[in-house]
Nanobody
Framework: QVQLVESGGGLVQPGGSLRLSCAASGSTASGSIFSGSTIGWYRQAPGKQRELVTSISSGGGRTNYADSVKERFAISRDNTKNTVYLQMNSLKPKDTAVYYC????????WGQGTQVTVSS
């Protein structure tokens, strides 16, 4: 079973930056499964449904972004560390949400997420 731990959130002013991390823990086999999976970053704002904002293929060579975050967010991964990152720049108040990571197809149990609040 893959366990996901998100971190790196916080309070930031509009225009600021944050870097989120998504670490997979569990057995050695879990790490291999994580590294071989397309991983997405999702977010859920208060009163709204969870949405996929970006994803990265297992090898890191293919990424996709929602229009709302293109040119501002960048997803990357380090399979040696079983970790996926989300660099968020030029943050806006509408980016405020709890951010989660998970496998895009056949999601694992969701982690606790990390809160991102963009406010002056």
């Amino acid at each position: 079973q893959v366990q996901l731990v998100e971190s790196g959130g916080g309070l930031v002013q509009p225009g600021g930056s944050l870097r989120l991390s998504c670490a997979a823990s569990g057995s050695t086999a879990s790490g291999s499964i994580f590294s071989g999976s397309t991983i997405g970053w999702y977010r859920q704002a208060p009163g709204k449904q969870r949405e996929l904002v970006t994803s990265i293929s297992s090898g890191g060579g293919r990424t996709n972004y929602a229009d709302s975050v293109k040119e501002r967010f960048a997803i990357s991964r380090d399979n040696t560390k079983n970790t996926v990152y989300l660099q968020m720049n030029s943050l806006k108040p509408k980016d405020t949400a709890v951010y989660y990571c998970n496998r895009v197809s056949l999601p694992w149990p969701w982690g606790q997420g990390t809160q991102v609040t963009v406010s002056s």
